[in-house]
């Protein structure tokens, strides 16, 4: 089958279909995207790939292609929080990619990206409040607990005071603008200055720490026993998320001490192949450099039935609650 002109490369592609070989049955794929690691499922030999994505544009995107695969290929609008109620069923395998695609951040009016100027929008799904309407809301304090708690951004305040200032916003370079303007000039080789800011924004927006959390329960739910989990995740606090949700479905999350003894675990429901996440080799980065920052991990499911997960312990960023009364 001829391969789509499509030049947005899913990272990770050969590493994740070794680690998750042989590749059989349904599998559904929670950030269908561009759809390069849903071909590459059904080119592999699954059955059938159930592909859901919250952005309604991503589909119209590929109607050139998505008939070529008929019945094997499965669209549905959703977020992957829900897959196991939109699938249906019990799947043989997961296929989660986080965060936002190479294909948005191209859109400029889609305004995900602080390189291209567009509407201060960073909504996947095109509906509920926009970037700008959040920005321009919200209190000094709320922002800076964003910046700093989803981007890790120590100039959090900093930042936070120079946007209620400028406000009202609702451009992209404006808002890049004027984070910029408070920190300081990069260094050769280092990242964009609003580059954490508009990461911890976006995140925001999208409730995205809530959904991964939701989408990896759900994800455990879907999994037939001896399915197959595989998420690839681009900044650290998404991949210390998935690497601990793993490790405490695995019995890995840490022993106690004689002081602590451990607490009575349950059942594992997964087991987990390599402890390490798996990075790009350096063919695949010298070919595709947005995989610098991508991280692979695998899991593998068990008869064990599915549990709830302690977002505290699994270390989900959350924005400080505020107090009440008289500041």
């Known amino acids: 089958m001829a391969a789509p002109k499509n030049p947005h490369l899913p990272v990770l592609l050969t590493p994740l279909l070794a680690a998750v070989a042989p590749v059989s049955g349904v599998w559904v794929d929670g950030t269908f995207g561009a759809g390069g690691y849903t071909r590459?499922?059904?080119?592999?030999?699954?059955?059938?790939?159930?592909?859901?994505?919250?952005?309604?544009?991503?589909?119209?995107?590929?109607r050139a292609w998505a008939g070529d695969y008929g019945a094997r290929l499965q669209l549905e609008r959703g977020e992957f929080a829900d897959l196991d109620r939109i699938a249906g069923g019990q799947v043989d395998g997961v296929v989660l990619d986080l965060g936002v695609s190479s294909m948005q951040l191209d859109q400029a009016?889609?305004?995900?990206?602080?390189?291209?100027?567009?509407?201060?929008d960073m909504r996947m799904a095109q509906d509920g409040p926009s970037a700008a309407d959040l920005l321009n809301e919200a209190d000094e304090a709320t922002l800076a607990d964003v910046?700093?708690?989803?981007?890790?951004?120590?100039?959090?305040?900093?930042?936070?005071?120079?946007?209620?200032?400028a406000r009202p916003l609702s451009r992209t370079l404006e808002l890049?603008?004027?984070?910029?303007?408070v920190l300081p000039r990069p260094k050769p080789g280092q990242s964009h200055p609003a580059t954490r800011s508009f990461q911890a924004i976006r995140i925001w927006v999208n409730d995205e720490f809530g959904q991964l959390l939701a989408g990896l329960e759900s994800?455990?739910?879907?999994?037939?026993?001896?399915?197959?989990?595989?998420?690839?995740?681009?900044?650290?606090?998404?991949d210390r998320i998935v690497k601990r949700f793993l490790q405490s479905r695995s019995g890995r999350m840490g022993g106690g001490s004689r002081h602590a003894p451990a607490a009575d675990c349950p059942e594992p429901s997964f087991?987990?192949?390599?402890?390490?996440?798996?990075?790009?080799?350096?063919?695949?980065?010298?070919e595709?450099?947005?995989?610098r920052s991508a991280f692979l991990?695998?899991?593998?499911?068990?008869?064990?039935?599915?549990?709830?997960?302690?977002?505290?312990?699994?270390?989900?960023?959350?924005?400080?609650?505020?107090?009440?009364?008289?500041?």
């Open 109 to 120: 009016q889609r305004g995900f990206s602080f390189l291209r100027d567009g509407p201060l």
């Open 297 to 327: 991990r695998v899991g593998i499911r068990t008869e064990a039935p599915p549990g709830a997960a302690d977002a505290g312990a699994l270390g989900l960023p959350r924005l400080p609650e505020k107090k009440r009364g008289r500041r």
């Open 147 to 165: 910046l700093y708690h989803y981007g890790e951004e120590r100039a959090a305040r900093r930042i936070a005071r120079a946007i209620i200032a």
């Open 271 to 286: 087991t987990v192949p390599t402890r390490r996440a798996i990075a790009a080799g350096e063919d695949e980065l010298a």
């Open 176 to 181: 890049a603008e004027i984070v910029a303007a």
């Open 288 to 291: 595709n450099p947005r995989a």
């Open 219 to 238: 994800a455990e739910r879907a999994l037939r026993p001896g399915g197959k989990l595989a998420v690839v995740s681009f900044h650290s606090l998404e």
């Open 40 to 62: 590459a499922l059904l080119d592999a030999g699954a059955e059938r790939v159930i592909a859901i994505d919250r952005d309604p544009a991503v589909f119209e995107m590929a």
